[in-house]
């Protein structure tokens, strides 16, 4: 992985953790994360009308495949990150998530797309793996009865980040969707589905939402997008089975940001796990 594709990666990563932890904090709900969109979709028009023009970026009818598919899982995605929330710890959610889903990708990665990381990269992306499984406590309780509040809804999460990254890689580097054009498709494409689904849970949802949780819906909707627009520009030009295991340093900083605000137990077990998380990262760059 090259220095530039890194530092992409980890301002992502940055990026990323932040917005999980003010959707933890917040009221959530599907009302929610349907303003995201709306907000999202709005704020970041004028960054995708201006890379289309500068790139000359011409629409295709075949890219309407990636970016619907991409919207679909995305918005499973979210849904099932909310709930997960509302139901556990952000020190349960999203390592599982997280590390679900690069398990998932290099996976789909080598038997789909061809990609063959090296010995190194590979080691990297275990001890990052294991780290963040190490994060929510014992891994051998993941399936049992007794497993961790919000665990199943964070595998279910996982399964859909492997699934929409192997999606939008090829929506970039085989299609060559500008990033940010493909990411303000999908988001705006994600706005139409979840909009019947939060008017018939609840009408007044959306009115609520924004009244209690303004702040964070914008702040959600300005960190989602650039994360994975950073995530998105680095897998132009890189193998897909580094950059998603890469990206997962961001479980280091949620849990310093659950460890910090939130008053999350067991320090020593959580900051072992990070260790293993930045050392794979370090496998990953040199690999």
């Avoid at 959707?23 to 959530?28: D, H």
């Avoid at 090829?170 to 990411?183: G, K």
């Avoid at 702040?219 to 520009?233: E, F, G």
């Avoid at 961001?250 to 310093?256: D, E, G, N, Q, V």
């Amino acid at each position: 992985m090259t220095a530039t594709a890194l530092a992409l990666v980890l301002t992502a990563a940055a990026a990323h953790a932040s917005w999980n932890y003010f959707l933890k904090t917040a009221r959530g709900g599907t009302g929610f994360m349907t303003l995201v969109a709306m907000v999202a979709s709005v704020l970041w028009a004028p960054l995708a009308a201006g890379q289309w023009i500068l790139q000359g970026y011409v629409f295709q009818p075949v890219h309407l495949v990636p970016i619907l598919a991409s919207a679909a899982i995305h918005t499973a995605y979210f849904v099932l990150l909310d709930r997960g929330y509302r139901h556990g710890d952000l020190s349960v959610v999203y390592p599982l998530a997280r590390a679900t889903g690069p398990i998932l990708t290099i996976v789909a990665a080598i038997a789909l797309l061809g990609e063959r990381p090296g010995p190194l990269a590979l080691v990297g992306a275990a001890l990052v793996i294991l780290g963040a499984y190490l994060l929510t406590g014992n891994p051998l309780r993941l399936f049992s009865r007794d497993r961790p509040r919000g665990a199943g809804f964070a595998l279910l999460t996982g399964c859909t980040i492997a699934l929409y990254t192997v999606v939008d890689k090829i929506a970039v580097s085989h299609y060559l969707i500008p990033p940010i054009v493909f990411d303000w498709c999908c988001l705006t494409a994600r706005l139409f589905m979840l909009w019947p689904i939060a008017l018939r849970e609840s009408p007044a949802a959306l009115g609520q939402s924004w009244r209690i949780d303004r702040r964070a819906i914008v702040l959600v909707a300005i960190l989602s997008p650039l994360a994975y627009i950073l995530v998105l520009t680095a897998m132009v030009f890189t193998p897909v089975s580094y950059v998603a295991p890469a990206r997962e340093v961001s479980i280091l900083f949620a849990a310093l940001l659950g460890m910090h605000f939130l008053k999350e137990k067991d320090p020593v077990r959580r900051l072992l796990a990070a260790g293993a998380i930045v050392l794979g990262i370090v496998g990953l760059a040199l690999g």
